[in-house]
């Protein structure tokens, strides 16, 4: 039963991760019906920036880690947002009123032009963070020791969610992105510069993905630019879970992959992990075709 | 009539092309023609019947190994094996799709992923002890025909686009009857086609097995050219691929798939120059011809009917 | 004995009942028309006759056999046939391939046909081409056939929907406010229209806001109100119904 | 359609470009992953192999001829391979040497084989590779078998009983995974706890490693690659995890104590050929020097440097058989090189084309994160 729970917060934490990535693809689908598969570049990109703020300046000794890590985190976010409305005009802007498929083509373009500019800019090495960084002690909770780190990180995606989630819920441009998302006709009708939303939703997305990345460059340590292909599918398959579209859907269906992939390893097989992950996905769409809390539309005719 | 003669002289020159080409180029087209059978069959889902299919290779796995583990294990001849590889192929594509044939745009999109995952690993874990995990399967024998084996890229540069002029005259056929076009009407609209008496989900099954079965025999062509297959040739990335060439040489056309393949399998060849640089300048030639083709290179024509004759 | 029985038929969407116990009759070689105020649930009676969706309660009667659960493709195969009330042409496609697809159901040829075309194949091919013409002068549509059907004038698309669907050679055709977008020369043509499908033996049942089309072209009606049947009858003693008239006022005037 | 033709033709004649050679240099092949998955060996391999050749040409060449390196990405994907090598055997070389990964290189070997090319591999250790009776097949790395041999004898030695094998389903490390326990099971006395496979390429392998612990092992032995392994001590450590880890060679990687980080690399075990900085041959030394003044790195693994090794057994044999006829060379390499010094030790090749001797030596990450040496038995 203790392995049960240490396994559970394991695959939480790994959750988290792919929920604050999911956001951004389920967010970016929502207005726009397009699968962004450069996303998991983006976050690659972010966990890169990071790589370069943290070895080419110091902070630390001067500001100490914590408001030095917040300071970088915002850096990351904002220019990992500003890539994504650029990717946005470039690769996606020209195909809107375009057949949804040339989107796709163009957005899997996109992937390897960013992640092998990363490479050619990088090299094909692993990099790694530096180390000591972070707090490193274990928390002793209910006879499991789980890495104070890890509850961090999921407190750290939770919280940037909430706030999203807030942000698209209660303010006016949360309720243009919404109301973007169902028609954009009509809401270019209610006077919604369309235009300006989709800029809106390219910068929040990829700049929580960018946050994903430099979180998991921190934690992990270890960045290759090959990552994000990965982590990209997860989160997608995470949003889509959810149902995608929905945001507390790629939030849920974040930590339900990681908890799955966990429980899955522990319990069945390692080596048949992604295979039960997808195996489950599969399971969920055939019940529920539309993902867990994606709405069911029935045709109109 | 001048443009016909153009037509067939071009076909001439290419399909004479061997004489003057060296190995390597000979053995590029030989590529290009594999990935332009496999992105034609995969144009039935995708182009005709506009079902988001990105776990094609799926099923040039399942051809591929029925034909390597029954070679390699009964000494069955290769080319006995190419219709019981896509059949084997059809059979598994009937089984998977059937419980998600009902689904929409992108969720069949992730679940087709999720397949050709779940296949790769199924593979990889070297599942009923038959794949050869990781290693695949080596000592696949080559086609014998007529007391010649075929193993050089010439020889198999006829063997494969001989294969490819075969599926093409049968595909365009198939495109021109009511097969064809009632795949078409599901694309455009799921609703009507059913109003109008198409049995959607079936012929949607049928545009999924029919494609798996010439993925299968496809699957054979490339066991014995490989004599060597493992599960890292059948990945999520293969899928998209195929995918990418239906789209940006214009689905649901079939000049315009094959071209899709001289430009996505053969572009890289040309970059090689590049080096490092290579899959980069390949990306932005994707999004650049996307973004001033966004139909395709070459959309599908109008069908032709002979109306007049009627009258 | 009706062509088409419907008995108790009741369809739920959540908590909403779109159609209420509704019972009524649709005699052979009639034109009958289905009414009533916006969201009275006529679209969806259409819907269910013709499967695309599945009733809560209640049978669908259709010479002699009971539709309830059969797929839409079937129910087309037993002759209904039906336009929509939001145009949906295959857009793509082009006019002549568009009236062909009715002829879909009537044809045999598979994959293999398609392949090796035996010379029943090619006979079949021709004989769609020659039924898609001759529904296509029969609605009066006289344009040129190789365009694609979204390049047609609205009441020319409403027009190519009403030949696909004969085209299937139906004992029954469904039609769905056939007259919306349509100006009044055309309205004119297409009351018609109705009569010579009718008069061609085939059976009409149509919804319409044009009251004075439907009054001027129906032999019976049925009113829906709220998914109720509140009145049936032939125009003169539907129009003096009070439930009718209280329907319609209620509303705002159509 | 006119149009239409016109690209048709356009995009045929650009496969039509003709290729003319020039014939005084000797050419020698590379094939090495440059983009993919693999790159970063690819590139290394190519930078040693074009500075060993740079030496050799300031030398004068061989047999009075410069040599040139001609290089080919396979993309570390067997299909691009087969392309790359297709391409290659087109450009007039006597020898190729490459690539990493055994099922690449083995998409590639029938056809050097068909047009009689000289292969020397140096990162594919797959044991079937030389098992084929390819006459022009050759590699400078060690086979599975051995290293699976030496791994059970170090497990045995250091006198564990409990044993957790874990690989990552790769081709390479799955096969020293079964050759270890194999060996293991047939020496007795060691029970194998846990043997199954993570996927290579995640970040968080905690899963894994708490289903691990939960088998309670003495030791665990991993034969995949560093960046897992990198992975697995660090988050090892963060557990608070005490158990011994031995990695096999493609763990030999500096960056393994960088990804670990100082405190939880050390302490770990690994097999390898012996890694360049512990040669003290002149040879390895100069070669060192040279690599590190010219890309201020020193490279990234063993691998890599045995790239080096196959181009100075080609010299060799070109030199030593006095022709670049590939009979005559085969014939060299197989039974005329003896001991030929090379940058990881002697160099011979047996019948099969496998490198003979005894090439596994057991590492330890010390205190400072250095690999050590460790004492021969």
Known sequence: MELFFQQLTNGLAIGGIYALIALGYTMVYGVLKLINFAHGDLFTLGAYIGFTLLTSMNLIGKIGPLPTLFLFGIIIMGLVGIAGIVLERIAYRPLRSADRLAAVVSALGASIVISNSIMLIYGARFLVYPHHILPNFTINLLGMKIPFMRIAMLLLSIILMIILYLFVQKTRIGTAIRATAIDHGAARLMGIDVNKIISVVFFIGPALGGAAGFMVGLYYGQLNFMMGWMYGLKAFIAAVIGGIGNIPGAMLGGLLLGVIEALGAAYISTSWKDAIAFFVLIIILIVRPTGILGERVADKI | MNRKYLIWAICLIFFLSPLFLNAYWVDVLNNIGIYAILALSLNFILGDTGLFHMGHAAFFAVGAYTTAILNTMYHIPILFLIPFSGITAAIFAYLVARPIIHLRGDYLLIVTIGIVEIVRIALVNNIFGLTGGSNGIFGISRPHLFGLIIRRPTHFFYYIWIFLAVSVFLFHRLRNSRFGRALNYIKEDEVAAEGTGVDIAKYKLIAFVLGAFWAGMVGNIYASKMTIISPESFTFWESVIYFCIVILGGSGSITGVILGSFLLIGLPELFREFAQARMLVFGLAMIIMMIFRPQGILPPPPRKYNVDQIN | ?254 | MVKKILLFTLCLSLFYIPMGFAKSKIKIGLMCPQTGSWASEGIDMKKIVNLLAEDINKKGGVLGRKIEIIDEDDGGDPRTAALAANKLCTRGIVAVIGTYGSSVTEATQNIFNENKIIQIANGSTAIRLTEKGYKYFFRTCPRDDEQGRVAAKTIKKFGFKRVAILHDNTTYAKGLAEEAKQNLEKMGGVKIVFFDALTPGERDYTTILTKLQSKKPDVVFFTGYYPEAGLLLKQKKEMGWNVPFIGGDATNNPDLVKIAGLDAAKGFYFLSPPVPQDLDTPQAKAFLKAYQAKYHALPGSVWAVLSGDALLAIVKAIDGSKSTDPDKMAYYLHYKLKDMPGLTGKISFNEKGDRVGDLYRVYKVDDKGNFVLQPKD
Not at chain 3, 56 to 67: P, R, S, V, Y
Not at chain 3, 92 to 117: D, P, Q
Not at chain 3, 170 to 198: C, F, H, S, W, Y
Request: aromatic share 6%; charged share 25%; with cysteine.
């Open chain 3, 1 to 254: 004995m009706a062509l088409l029985h419907l008995k108790n038929l009741t369809k739920y969407f959540g908590g909403l009942t779109a159609v209420d116990n509704v019972s009524f009759d649709v005699n052979e070689g009639s034109i009958v028309g289905l009414i009533g105020p916006n969201g009275a649930g006529k679209t969806t009676v259409f819907n269910l006759i013709t499967g695309h969706y599945v009733p809560d309660q209640g049978e669908i009667i259709f010479n002699g056999q009971n539709l309830v659960k059969k797929p839409t493709h079937i129910i087309v195969s037993l002759g209904i046939a039906r336009t929509f009330q939001t145009i949906r042409l295959f857009k793509e496609l082009s006019v002549l391939e568009n009236a062909m697809s009715g002829y879909h159901c009537r044809m045999k040829a598979g994959i293999f046909a398609g392949m090796f075309k035996p010379r029943w194949q090619k006979r079949e091919e021709r004989q769609a081409i020659e039924i898609a013409l001759k529904e296509l002068k029969f609605v009066g549509l006289d344009v040129d056939l190789n365009q694609k059907s979204k390049n047609l004038s609205y009441g020319n698309q409403r027009l190519l929907e009403i030949a696909r669907a004969l085209a299937s050679s139906p004992k029954l055709i469904i039609l769905d406010e056939p007259a919306g977008g349509m100006n009044d020369q055309e309205t004119r043509e297409l009351v018609e229209l109705i009569r010579n499908i009718r008069d061609r033996g085939i059976t009409v049942l149509l919804i319409e806001h044009d009251m004075s089309l439907v009054m001027d072209v129906c032999e019976y009606i049925v009113v829906l109100d709220n998914g109720k049947k509140i009145a049936h009858g032939a125009p003169e003693e539907v129009r003096e119904n009070k439930k009718v008239i209280e329907a319609y006022l209620g509303l705002d005037e159509e």
